[in-house]
Nanobody, 122 residues
Framework: QVQLEESGGGLVQAGGSLRLSCVAS????????MAWFRQAPGKEREFVAA????????YYADSVKGRFTISRDNAKNTVYLQMNNLRPEDTAVYYC???????????????WGQGTQVTGSS
C-alpha cells in the first residue's frame, strides 16, 4: 500500500514557475514508477510526465516538453514536478500517481494522491 500527498500548488503569473512535490508513505517507494497527471475543469484527466523507479528514464506530454521536469529522490520518498514558463492553459488540479511502469495510461496506476491546484494567470 502506498499513500501519496501532493503539495506546492498555487497561483502564478504566466511565465512563472512552481515546483510540486509528492511524498509517498511506505518503504516500497523506490519500486514504483511515478507520474504526474492533471485535470482541468470540464476536461478529462491527462498525462503530464512519468519517471522510472530509478529516475533514469523520463517521459513527457508534448504540451509540457521543454518546460516541465520530473525528478525523484528515493531517499526522501518524494517525486517532484518543476514547472517553468507556466501558461494559463496549465491551470488544473495536478495529481501524482504510482504504478509499475512509467507510462501515460491512467488505468495503469494503482495509487493516487488527492491533488494540488495550480492556477496560471494571464
Amino acid at each position: 500500500q502506498v499513500q501519496l500527498e501532493e503539495s506546492g500548488g498555487g497561483l502564478v503569473q504566466a511565465g512563472g514557475s512552481l515546483r510540486l512535490s509528492c511524498v509517498a508513505s511506505g518503504r516500497t517507494f523506490s519500486r514504483y514508477a511515478m507520474a504526474w497527471f492533471r485535470q482541468a475543469p470540464g476536461k478529462e484527466r491527462e498525462f503530464v510526465a512519468a519517471i522510472s523507479w530509478s529516475g533514469g528514464s523520463t517521459y513527457y506530454a508534448d504540451s509540457v516538453k521543454g518546460r516541465f521536469t520530473i525528478s525523484r529522490d528515493n531517499a526522501k520518498n518524494t517525486v517532484y514536478l518543476q514547472m517553468n514558463n507556466l501558461r494559463p492553459e496549465d491551470t488544473a488540479v495536478y495529481y501524482c500517481a504510482a504504478g509499475r511502469l512509467p507510462i501515460a495510461t491512467i488505468a495503469h496506476y494503482n495509487y493516487w494522491g488527492q491533488g494540488t491546484q495550480v492556477t496560471g494567470s494571464s
